[in-house]
């Protein structure tokens, strides 16, 4: 995903993507399939967000801090990763990737690279819902997916 939309993406909303995309990607952690579309969207996001940006409106600590900064309240303390487990985690987890993709359909006009975007996003909540359909039926998630 090397080229990025005409349209630029407000500040804030770099900021609710960054801050849902850390909590997602941690929360993940040990759903490879699923954390591995979350990074790609991650990471794309990130060196869009340096093009639409100059140094003087978005400084390089600001820059470093936007998609790989803090994730709200996890500063400071031990983070052991761990499988998900249950429903509530995977209805949490869904509810933030389909935020990530309304304010991305929101902030970015139609085109290829935001569909790109949009696939991605796409392919992790399409392994979360067989993470949850698993936990549902056979009260724990199934692996190898």
Request: with cysteine; charged share 25%; hydrophobic share 35%.
């Amino acid at each position: 995903m090397e080229q990025r939309p005409q349209a630029r993406m407000p500040l804030t909303i770099h900021r609710k993507l960054g801050t849902l995309l850390r909590q997602a990607s941690i929360g993940t952690v040990r759903e490879r399939n699923v954390r591995r579309h979350i990074e790609i969207v991650r990471r794309t996001l990130k060196v869009w967000a340096r093009e639409e940006y100059s140094e003087t409106e978005l400084p390089q600590h600001a820059y470093k801090a936007l998609y790989y900064g803090d994730a709200s309240g996890t500063a400071g303390k031990t983070f052991v990763p761990a499988p998900i487990e249950t429903e509530a985690e995977c209805e949490r987890l869904l509810g933030m990737l389909s935020t990530c993709m309304d304010l991305i359909i929101e902030s970015y006009p139609q085109g290829l690279e935001t569909e790109a975007l949009l696939v991605s996003l796409g392919k992790a909540i399409m392994t979360l819902n067989k993470i949850k359909t698993n936990i549902i039926h056979y009260e724990k998630p199934q692996r190898n997916m």
